[in-house]
């Protein structure tokens, strides 16, 4: 059973920047590939990004490329989603999300989630 827990999200105006994090509550966290979603009001959860269980590959979601970077530490059981450049349209919920052994890029590939973070960008 893993346990995650989202936080770092708030309220930052256009251009400002915003570190989530997501604490694993997970006896062997290395085996976990990790995602990031979120979700804005009356949309479908999109993917974000997603990190490899080493931390050696990343992916990200073409439209956000070059803002957001996915990085974790499993000493401190921690995966981080660094946002800049941040936009009016990033708001929504962001949410954590991990699987066992490869990357996923769709909801349905991950088996855990946290209970998600809000994120509010103001103009």
């Known amino acids: 059973q893993v346990q995650l827990v989202e936080s770092g999200g708030g309220l930052v105006q256009a251009g400002g920047s915003l570190r989530l994090s997501c604490a694993a509550s997970v006896r062997t966290f290395s085996n976990y590939a990790m995602g990031w979603f979120r979700q804005a009001p009356g949309k479908e959860r999109e993917f974000v990004a997603a990190?490899?269980?080493?931390?050696?590959?990343?992916y990200y979601t073409n439209s956000l490329k070059g803002r957001f970077t996915i990085s974790r530490d499993n000493a401190k059981n921690t995966v981080y989603l660094q946002m800049n450049r941040l936009k009016p349209e990033d708001t929504a919920v962001y949410y954590c999300a991990a699987k066992e052994s490869l990357m996923g890029y769709y909801p349905n590939d991950y088996d855990y989630w946290g209970q998600g973070t809000q994120v509010t960008v103001s103009s």
């Open positions: 990190i490899s269980w080493s931390g050696s590959s990343t």
